[in-house]
RNA sequence: GGUCUCGUAGUAUAGCGGUUAGUACAUCGGGUUUUCAUCCCGACAAUGCGGGUUCGACUCCCGCCGAGAUCACCA
């Protein structure tokens, strides 16, 4: 395969939220495939909606998945500078190239005039072209007036490699500004030159450029450029309605997701298979998996709907799959910051054993902060959860006493404390009482938790240790 | 409105003229000595509509309907 040099292409205008972070994925994948490169580009062209630390954000955004880009800020590159704002110089230079040929002109038209020729296209129901209404003699250009492309009606056929063979008319050509009345490059001008001085050989984007495409081609066209493939990219879509997923549907930006303890693993699994699949039934894949089995002509080219189960869903399989195959300890290391406050004054070997006990119950690892308390407090004893439990409720307070002492004393007698005498004593206690599981184990679960739900409870035990344990269950007995 | 794109279960998708239309998430049952979860088993559930072409159409063609994108000195 062809080296390929791709590129991420950004305007820091706030966070990249979780739509937009596909088109970052596909490209590095594209990259990493073919032994290229990946660019990382940002295009700051327009001042008014530049936010002051977004470029950070992306950069963090992109670090925390894993895609690491070969050329662009931080790391430096033959094409510097990678932000389009300090690249002003380069574009004047390519557009003198325009200015000189006749394919572009200095535009002196007020924009009043303007929106004058267009409300008379509307009026007469006819599609309004700004090239119907060329300035007849333009001036020379001189900085504070725009420049326009001086295009060239004509028929255009391309191949998208997700949308196929593509054909337009001459009516979606226009004369497209270059350079805006602020000196600054239109996106449509200062990506055409960027590609082209970066040696970018695949150009993916959202599908929202796919009709601007012939445009770009007839400027590929004046420049004598060779054209890169084209890759349009499906929307991702919010979770209701049919509009593409952005920030109105409350689209988070990744870093919450990170926040909120997903695994990049799976952010990047996820959103990677939403909208391309390689044919197979493979639903959990590596960042290595995903760089082998990519293609372009498999990404779907209608948009996928936005789904957080799937993704919590994964996140839980990720979690899992670090337990498994990489250790508690490579798990516990994930974990760190998603602790309840009360853990810090315990020692890490002890929260790493609560980890490996609940592990299978997070979805994600914030999870921890509310699944994990009574392993670090004693819980308040709530002895309705006791009585009113739908196994317990049948049995009157005394038995319940009764019962939990019983067991108190058997557990006491224990001398080795661990996970298997547990379950041994455990067991002997279902035989002499001539309990249910159900009941004798619900009873000394709630004892010791007081949570809705937690581990196995000889583990629970075993974890919790001897004297927090009978401890909590002396307590909880007294208080029946 | 012009131009372009898309249309398989609730969701994401497989399929590329002949299948009991497969898989995953979700949902609903059941199982694994308590709970929650994991894991396992099972159930429900789809080819937008109408015409062709063909022995045969989810698949090819046309029309309709529906959805989306774009028509900026924003990207």
New binding site residues.
Partial sequence: MEKATTRF?P?PTGYIHIGNVRSAIYPYLVARQSGGKMILRI?D??RE?YVEGATELIEDTLKWLGLDWDEGPIVGGPSEPYFQSERLGIYMKWVQKLLDSGRAYA?P???EK?DEY?KKCEQE?V??L?RNFRPENPPKWEPGM?IRFKTEPKEYSWTDAV??D????P??LDDI?LI???G?P???FAHIVDDAEMGVTHVMRG??????TPNYLALYEAFGLERPVLVSLP?I?APT????LGKRDGAKSATEYRDDGVLPEAMLNYLA?????D?T?Q?IYTKEELIKSFSLD?I??????Y?E??LL?MN??WI?RIFDEQGARALYDRTIGFWPAEAEEFPEEYRVKVLSIIY??LKVLSDLKTMTTYFFKDPEVDVNMIVENK?LKKMSEAELEDLLKTSIRELTALEDWNADSL?EV??NL?EKTGKK??EL??LI?IALSFA??????NL?LDTLGRETSLARLNRAAAAI
Avoid at 452 to 457: D, R, Y
């Fill in positions: 292409a305007s295009e062209t327009d909606r535009d038209t007020p924009a303007i267009r129901k599609p309004f700004y725009p949308m196929g593509m054909h337009t008319g009516e979606v500004i805006k009345k602020d600054y239109t996106y449509n599908v929202e450029y796919l009709s601007s929307h879509l309605g049919n509009k593409k298979c939403l909208g391309w699949n044919g039934e639903e498999r779907q080219n209608s948009g996928a709907r789904d189960t799937k869903w839980g399989q899992r299978d119950r196994f379950q455990l067991n279902l599981p159900a184990f619900s679960r809705p739900f937690s581990p196995a409870l629970t």
